[in-house]
């Protein structure tokens, strides 16, 4: 579709700057208007590197969502199919084309879903994510309502696809901005990806328990990684110093917070960006990782009910890989000894202890993130 009827669409769906979860009742809000039938729209999107698909976005006329569900592309055949050949599918009857259980299929069942339309979503020549029609009744994609909704279809998919290049050229233009090289004299580049890893995982946990939807949880993944962005406008020769930094300096150090909320706040307004969730989850991570619920934190001594939960989780991240590996000053602890630490930082009301437990609950998947982005030997 072109640019200026995408842009009508977008206009008469009268889309602001917002989370892609709210673009998407929109759109689906037109849909129904002529197509009642209509009752639930998703969008799951496509891991290339772990080949996983995981839910994103969706909209329920039941309100009823399926949430933190993934699985691997090549366990879903059918869909491997749509996405080789490019294709769009119609099914008539899921019970009749679908009788093995698959946990998607079988939550369709359950919430007497009975037809389908599928879309795969492609950035360029790369599979991006799927998008979902589904319908209460039998039969419900003709050929008119497929090809109106192929129209929408491909206004979702942008929307997505705006989002996600929007979300990605603000973590390579902090990137860039900030020369991570440099910050990662101190924290390297495997660590920030652990902490993205181990962020992502309590998120997912806690989700169900803090109502955290699925574009929230992909959001703290994205933007763990750059928590000490500020960290740029601090003196190398207080970044780098090699011992303990003394009162002037650590003043100094902690000023990287507020730096790094000017970048932020910077970067919204040049790429006019809004209120949209990205940025205030952004933002709250990079104001709040160093903020503790007991108010010893900075630069706002907070307490718990203030902090952000998306703050709350990264500073969990952040203090555990800290003390799980090797840094010029010391050894990597115990598991035995960080579980007793951090157990001690939540009976003293520093850390959220909901976050510890979803992170110490969790041994075979931290053992796993710690596997997959060790720290590489020194050249």
């Not at 997912?204 to 109502?211: D, I, K, M, V, Y």
């Not at 009162?247 to 902690?254: G, H, K, L, P």
């Not at 991240?317 to 157990?343: C, F, G, H, Q």
């Amino acid at each position: 579709m072109n640019t200026p009827r995408l842009q009508q669409l977008s206009a008469h769906a009268g889309f602001s700057a917002g989370n892609l979860t709210e673009q998407l009742r929109t759109v689906h809000a037109v849909v129904c208007s002529r197509y009642p039938a209509i009752d639930r729209v998703a969008l799951a999107t496509y891991s290339p590197d772990t080949d996983e698909l995981q839910t994103f976005v969706s909209s329920n006329l039941d309100g009823v969502k399926l949430s933190h569900y993934q699985a691997k592309l090549a366990e879903v055949p059918s869909l491997m199919v749509l996405a080789q050949n490019r294709q769009c599918r119609v099914v008539d009857d899921i019970a009749d084309n679908f009788q093995s259980h698959r946990a998607h299929t079988d939550w369709l069942k359950e919430r007497d879903y009975h037809s389908s339309f599928t879309v795969p979503v492609f950035h360029g020549d790369h599979l991006a994510a799927f998008l979902f029609f589904d319908s209460k009744i039998p039969q419900a994609f003709d050929a008119d309502t497929t090809a109106f909704l192929e129209v929408f279809a491909n206004l979702i998919s942008q929307l997505y696809l705006l989002q996600l290049q929007v979300v990605h050229s603000l973590v390579g233009t902090v990137n860039l901005a900030s020369g991570l090289a440099r910050i990662r004299d101190l924290e390297t580049g495997q660590h920030l990806e652990r902490m993205a890893a181990y962020s992502q995982l309590m998120a997912r946990s806690l989700a169900p328990q803090h109502g955290l939807d699925d574009e929230f949880v992909e959001y703290v993944h994205l933007f763990a990684p750059l928590h000490d962005i500020g960290k740029v406008g601090i003196p190398d020769k207080v970044l780098l110093k090699p011992g303990k930094l003394d009162a002037d300096e650590w003043v100094t150090m902690r000023r990287h917070v507020e730096i790094g909320e000017s970048i932020i706040a910077q970067m919204a307004q040049e790429m006019n960006l809004g209120t949209s969730l990205a940025t205030e989850v952004m933002r709250n991570i990079v104001a709040g990782h160093h903020e503790r619920g007991d108010g010893s934190g900075y630069p706002r001594g907070l307490h718990m009910a203030d902090i952000p939960m998306e703050a709350r989780i990264v500073a969990v991240a952040d203090v555990y890989d800290a003390l799980s590996n090797r840094r010029p000053y010391k050894e990597p602890w115990t598991e035995e000894a960080i579980a007793t630490e951090l157990s001690k930082e939540v009976a003293l009301g520093r850390l959220d202890g909901d976050c510890v437990h979803a992170l110490m609950s969790a041994a075979t998947e931290r053992h796993a993130i710690q596997v997959r982005l060790a720290d590489r030997p020194a050249a």
